[in-house]
Structure formats: C-alpha cells, structure tokens
C-alpha cells in the first residue's frame, strides 16, 4: 500500500458543482493530517489541517477516519479559482513527526 | 516577510555538470526542508535540517547529492555530476517549531 494514496482525477466540475476528494494512508500511527493546494508551475500551500472530529473552512469541508485510515476534503459552490491540483499530506509518527508525506494529488478543474 | 527565497528558478545544464540549488528560509525557522518533485514520483523528501544539523538525509538518492546548512539563514543542495533523470522541480520548505511548512517558489531544473 503507498504511504499515501489519491485519485488522480482529473475531476472537471461545472462552477456550483459540490466535488469530494479521497486519500488513504497507510501507516496507521501518523499523527496529523493536511490539504495542501498546488496551482500550476506554483509551490504547494496549506490548504487546511484535518482534524478527528472534522472541521470547516468555509466553503471546505475536512474529515479523517482513523480506523479506516482515509481523508476527504469537500467543496462546495465551487469557484474557477478552485481549479489546482489537491494534495493529501500525512506527517510521520513518533520521532518522524517533522516529515510531510505528500499523496501525488488530485487535478481540479472547475469550468464556467 | 519576504517568505522562502530560492534561486535559480530556472537551470538547464547539460549532463556532467554540477548544479547548485540556493534557499533562504523564512527568519526565525529553525526546520529547514529539500523536497523534489517529479510527474512520476510526486514530491519526495530528500532531506531535514533543524538548527542547522542534517537529521534526516535518508532521501536523497545518491552520493552525487549533498546538501549544507552553514547557517541559520542559507542552504545549498548541489548535484555533482548531474544526470538527465535529475531533472525535476525542487522546493526548499521551512517550518517553525512545532510545524507548518512554507514552501519557496522552487527550482526547476532541467540536465540535457
């Protein structure tokens, strides 16, 4: 199982639309839990932490299952600035706990 | 705050020469990260420093990688000899404790 796994879409969305991104992870003591947003030729940036009992940002909703190892972000009313590529993040347990995994991202693009 | 500054960002270089890839991180960070970033593999953590030490090294692919931090303020990662597969993007990343990346505008390198 890769540490971090995502759907690489391309998901391509009408602007309203609500889309729903997935990720697993597989090393089950990982300790937090990230959505990182890449825009093309850019640098990835924070998006939103995830936390256990779920958390909004919003138009963005987050949410972890620890016993089934999985993330989910959730848009709604999507705009055309939504379009970028999503990237799931898990840190590392323990002593690693500095360490960002990276999933290889999900491509978004919302057309008018 | 000027944020992560990374230079070059462009390089072509033809293969056999060595590169040198400069980051600045943001003052006060004292976490400092090289990842790379292919098409294939995604964004891989090649190595961490934290107050200027190497702690994890333990991805970067080869001998012909080497990365220093002299000081708070300025890290390099050179490749020598570089190879066509080296072509990918590479960000510098800093974090103040306990955590939250930011990433500089990264280097794209490309060996021919």
């Known amino acids: 199982r890769k540490e971090v796994e995502q759907d690489p879409g391309p998901f391509n969305v009408p602007e309203g639309a609500t889309v729903a991104f997935n990720c697993t992870y597989s090393n089950s003591a990982s300790q937090s839990f990230f959505w990182y947003r890449q825009d093309c030729r850019k640098e990835p940036k924070l998006l939103m932490s995830?936390?256990?009992s779920g958390n909004e940002d919003g138009r963005f909703t987050a949410q972890l299952n620890r016993a089934s190892q999985y993330i989910s972000l959730l848009i709604r009313d999507s705009k055309l600035s939504d379009s970028a590529t999503y990237l799931c993040v898990v840190t590392g347990s323990g002593g690693s706990n500095y360490k960002l995994t990276f999933g290889k991202g999900t491509l978004l693009t919302v057309n008018p | 705050d000027a944020g992560v500054i990374q230079s070059p960002r462009h390089e072509v270089t033809e293969m056999g020469q060595e590169v040198t890839l400069r980051c600045k991180p943001i003052s006060g960070h004292n976490s400092l990260f090289w990842y790379r970033q292919t098409m294939m593999r995604g964004l891989e953590l090649l190595i961490y420093?934290?107050?200027?030490?190497?702690?994890?090294d333990s991805g970067m692919p080869e001998d012909r990688f080497s990365a220093k931090m002299p000081n708070a303020s300025f890290s390099t990662l050179k490749i020598q000899p570089s190879e066509p597969r080296d072509s990918a993007v590479y960000f510098c990343?800093?974090?103040?404790?306990?955590?939250?990346?930011?990433f500089g505008s990264g280097t794209r390198l490309t060996v021919v």
């Open positions: 990343a800093s974090s103040p404790p306990p955590a939250g990346y930011t």
């Open positions: 995830v936390y256990s």
């Open positions: 420093f934290n107050n200027n030490v190497p702690i994890d």
